[in-house]
């Protein structure tokens, strides 16, 4: 995704959401995102999902990402989901997620920490380490193989970006140096994460591409639905760490803070433990999330108890000239409306 590109506005932000408030611009983000929430705390959740499943299947946004497949749940498993479109993926589809690899990764760290990060691990989870040349990595090299490579800075810090955001997988692979996984292939690195991630229980598949703990995933919508369950219930340590040690990612709005973001700079998100919380005061609902570039668009709501996903794997439009053709651009969009049609009971168009 790229700096330049644009989310669409849900459209429960128009109507219903906050509605008392609309006029009230300085009124605080978390203030808001609490009266929406309420706002549909009565609605069935037959009303939510009848909304969610019109919505993935017939709103503008979510027709262009077809096929794909989705799903709502929580805690105590999926409520509503499916294929939309001919040819969508399985729910047990692998498919490479790209950087909702993220959200795994600083799982696996917090759990190795039993919850408790140092300054070293925040800073390499928020994206602040400075270690932002990293650009590519082949199969079967090891984690410390790609982060040496010549084409990715030889593994050097740049002296540039440390202590700002700067969105780049050599944060990560830095610090998976650190932890001692340097020596890791794909393969290790994914036995070394099931076992730290070994609450999801043996039947939890998860693969890497490459050994590249921001970026080289592959999993599928069933697999990552159970990692997103076991957040939301309370299981992983990472759950406690949602939205902390948060930093502005946005260098129009925060100059001398923040250097690169995939997000469009029309929208100021936050950059947390691994993953996204999409809190721009004007259209964002707190969610905590993951996109990745190929359209695999993980989410948790702010009050942490419903997650969903869209589950595809696209390069269409990968390197378009147009950011709204770019696939993770896409299943954002098309995500944050069934998100808002599951949250208010109200089909999206």
């Not at 794909?68 to 939309?84: R, T, V």
């Not at 917090?110 to 300054?119: I, Q, S, Y």
């Not at 693969?207 to 703990?213: D, E, I, K, L, V």
């Amino acid at each position: 995704m790229q700096s330049t590109a644009r989310f669409s506005r849900p459209s429960w932000l128009n109507h219903g959401m906050c509605a008392s408030s609309r006029t009230l611009l300085v009124l605080a983000l978390q203030s808001c995102c609490v009266t929406a929430i309420a706002w549909g705390a009565n609605i069935s959740e037959t009303r939510r999902a009848d909304a969610a499943r019109e919505t993935a299947q017939s709103s503008a946004q979510c027709k262009s990402v077809q096929p794909f497949y989705w799903e709502i749940g929580d805690a105590n498993g999926a409520k509503a989901g499916g294929a939309m479109g001919s040819n969508a993926a399985a729910h047990d589809a692998q498919l490479h997620i790209a950087s909702a690899s993220k959200l795994i990764y600083a799982a696996y760290v917090a759990e190795r920490r039993d919850g408790k990060l140092t300054d070293d691990d925040l800073r390499f989870l928020n994206f602040t380490s400075g270690y932002t040349r990293f650009r590519l990595c082949r199969r079967n090299q090891t984690v410390a193989a790609c982060l040496g490579n010549f084409l990715n800075g030889s593994g050097k810090p740049d002296p540039a970006t440390q202590g700002l955001f700067d969105y780049n997988g050599g944060h990560m692979q830095e610090h998976a140096n650190l932890m001692g996984l340097g020596d890791m292939d794909d393969d290790a690195l994914a036995g070394e994460i099931h076992h730290g991630l070994q609450k999801l229980g043996t039947g939890w598949k998860f693969s890497y591409a490459q050994a590249q703990p921001a970026g080289g995933g592959v999993s599928s919508v069933a697999d990552y639905a159970l990692f997103l369950r076991s957040i939301v219930n309370g299981d992983l340590q990472i759950g406690k760490l949602l939205g902390t040690h948060k930093v502005c990612t946005n260098p129009k709005t925060c100059p001398g803070i923040a250097v690169k973001t995939p997000i469009p700079l029309e929208e100021t998100w936050h950059y947390s433990i691994g993953h996204w919380v999409e809190d721009d005061p004007k259209v964002g609902d707190g969610a905590f999330s993951s996109p990745g570039a190929f359209g695999f668009y993980p989410w948790i709501s702010a009050d942490k108890h419903t997650y969903g996903i869209v589950g595809r794997e696209s390069r269409h439009g990968l390197f378009s000239a147009e950011d709204e053709e770019k696939p993770g651009v896409q299943s954002v969009n098309c995500g944050r409306e069934i998100r808002a049609a599951w949250m208010s009971g109200e089909a999206r168009q």
